[in-house]
């Protein structure tokens, strides 16, 4: 499995805590679309 360096992860979890029900729906929504159909990019 890819993920993102820990960096990124740590300042992509940062963000979500930060963020309503609503704008976490949408980022989860943006991250899913990256990985397509099936869910491995």
Same mark, same amino acid.
């Given at each position: +499995?890819?993920?993102?360096?820990? =960096? !990124? =992860? $740590? /300042? +992509?979890?940062? $963000?979500?805590? +930060? $963020?309503? =029900? /609503? %704008?976490?729906?949408?980022?989860? %929504? !943006? =991250?899913?679309? /990256? $990985?397509?159909? %099936? %869910? !491995?990019?």
């Amino acid at each position: +499995m890819v993920g993102y360096p820990r =960096e !990124i =992860e $740590l /300042k +992509m979890q940062r $963000l979500c805590a +930060m $963020l309503s =029900e /609503k %704008g976490r729906r949408r980022y989860a %929504g !943006i =991250e899913s679309a /990256k $990985l397509g159909h %099936g %869910g !491995i990019g």
